[in-house]
């Protein structure tokens, strides 16, 4: 068992006993058996999304280059939205385009920071399981929330302290399925040469660890 797969074990069970204690209703052509394994597995695509984020959060921060961490409160002030209201159309645009980080209306959910201490980069990524394509609604506040997280990453990179070379903002669309365009979007078979680490294999890895703890509750 990989050491990955070691430290997410406790989370990917605890996932596991609350999917099995998960209350359903019978549906009345799929009977029980049927029915359990639909309930089970729709709210088990979800939380792998969130199995996914973690594995891909605690491998970056095994490499020392990395100072590497999540920020559920990442604030988005009023000038963000305005620089990115005109750029929102054309989002190749805003590379370059900064402003300063400071409180805002808003917040944002960052799943992964990464610097690079050798380069001297900082890169901010949200992570989506990325097997279903979404809407045009959602693609659009999506790209919205990218972009002021795009324009606001140097100077927050600076105020934590760090001297930033270069800043970027990606999405990991882990499956493929990309709701966002280039340069913006990354997919699992571009991460490791996006980090110059390896890291799609030991995801793998609790992937697997995953699927194998599923399929044991959904066949016992």
């Given at each position: 068992m990989s050491h990955l797969v070691e430290k997410l074990k406790p989370e990917v069970e605890a996932t596991i006993n609350r999917l099995n204690g998960k209350k359903f209703r019978p549906d009345p052509i799929a009977g029980e058996h049927f029915s359990k394994i639909v309930s089970v597995m729709s709210s088990a695509y979800k939380r792998h999304g969130f199995i996914i984020e973690r594995a891909i959060l605690e491998q970056l921060k095994t490499n020392p280059d990395f100072a590497v961490w999540e920020d559920r409160s990442f604030y988005v002030p009023s000038t963000a939205d305005h620089i990115v209201d005109s750029a929102i159309g054309a989002p190749?645009?805003?590379?370059?385009?900064?402003?300063?980080?400071?409180?805002?209306?808003?917040?944002?959910?960052?799943?992964?920071?990464?610097?690079?201490?050798?380069?001297?980069?900082?890169?901010?990524?949200?992570?989506?399981?990325?097997?279903?394509?979404?809407?045009?609604?959602?693609?659009?506040?999506?790209?919205?929330?990218?972009?002021?997280?795009?324009?606001?990453?140097?100077?927050?990179?600076?105020?934590?302290?760090?001297?930033?070379?270069?800043?970027?903002?990606?999405?990991?669309?882990?499956?493929?399925?990309?709701?966002?365009?280039?340069?913006?979007?990354?997919?699992?078979?571009?991460?490791?040469?996006?980090?110059?680490?390896?890291?799609?294999?030991?995801?793998?890895?609790?992937?697997?660890?995953?699927?194998?703890?599923?399929?044991?509750?959904?066949?016992?």
């Amino acid at each position: 068992m990989s050491h990955l797969v070691e430290k997410l074990k406790p989370e990917v069970e605890a996932t596991i006993n609350r999917l099995n204690g998960k209350k359903f209703r019978p549906d009345p052509i799929a009977g029980e058996h049927f029915s359990k394994i639909v309930s089970v597995m729709s709210s088990a695509y979800k939380r792998h999304g969130f199995i996914i984020e973690r594995a891909i959060l605690e491998q970056l921060k095994t490499n020392p280059d990395f100072a590497v961490w999540e920020d559920r409160s990442f604030y988005v002030p009023s000038t963000a939205d305005h620089i990115v209201d005109s750029a929102i159309g054309a989002p190749d645009h805003i590379f370059g385009t900064e402003t300063a980080y400071r409180e805002g209306p808003r917040t944002l959910q960052v799943d992964a920071i990464v610097y690079n201490r050798r380069t001297k980069a900082i890169r901010a990524y949200e992570i989506k399981r990325g097997s279903g394509l979404h809407d045009a609604g959602k693609r659009r506040s999506i790209l919205r929330d990218l972009l002021c997280l795009q324009v606001l990453l140097k100077s927050y990179g600076q105020q934590k302290g760090y001297e930033v070379s270069e800043a970027t903002a990606h999405i990991i669309f882990y499956y493929g399925q990309c709701s966002i365009k280039k340069p913006f979007s990354l997919v699992r078979e571009e991460l490791d040469h996006h980090f110059e680490y390896p890291v799609v294999d030991e995801v793998e890895g609790v992937n697997t660890f995953f699927k194998e703890r599923l399929f044991s509750i959904l066949t016992s």
